[in-house]
Nanobody
């Protein structure tokens, strides 16, 4: 059974930074493409970033490109999301999940084993 646990959220002022972590159980973590999504109140869950199993390929939503960086440490079974230059519109619950294939990495339907999420609040 795969479990994903996010951490690192919090309250930060606009322009600040946070680093989120997603710790995974499972012996085959190093073979998984992983993704970060977020969901703001009243909005649908949206893609933020994804990273291939080796870390060699990364993908970002246009809204975070140049500000967020996704990375992973396969020895620690952990994927990270470094968030810089945060804006109030980045306020959301952030989730990590495992990509299972069968479609675009940008769609929630191609992921499973969602974590419980970590809240990020950016004040103006």
């Amino acid at each position: 059974q795969v479990q994903l646990v996010e951490s690192g959220g919090g309250l930060v002022q606009a322009g600040g930074s946070l680093t989120l972590s997603c710790a995974a159980s499972g012996r085959t973590f190093s073979s998984w493409t992983m993704g970060w999504f977020r969901q703001a109140p009243g909005k649908e869950r949206e893609f933020v970033a994804a990273i291939s199993w080796s870390g060699g390929s990364t993908y970002y939503a246009d809204s975070v490109k140049g500000r967020f960086t996704i990375s992973r440490d396969n020895a620690k079974n952990t994927v990270y999301l470094q968030m810089n230059s945060l804006k109030p519109e980045d306020t959301a619950v952030y989730y990590c999940a495992r990509y299972i294939g069968g479609g675009s990495i940008y769609y929630t339907s191609t992921y499973r084993d969602w974590g419980q999420g970590t809240q990020v609040i950016v004040s103006s």
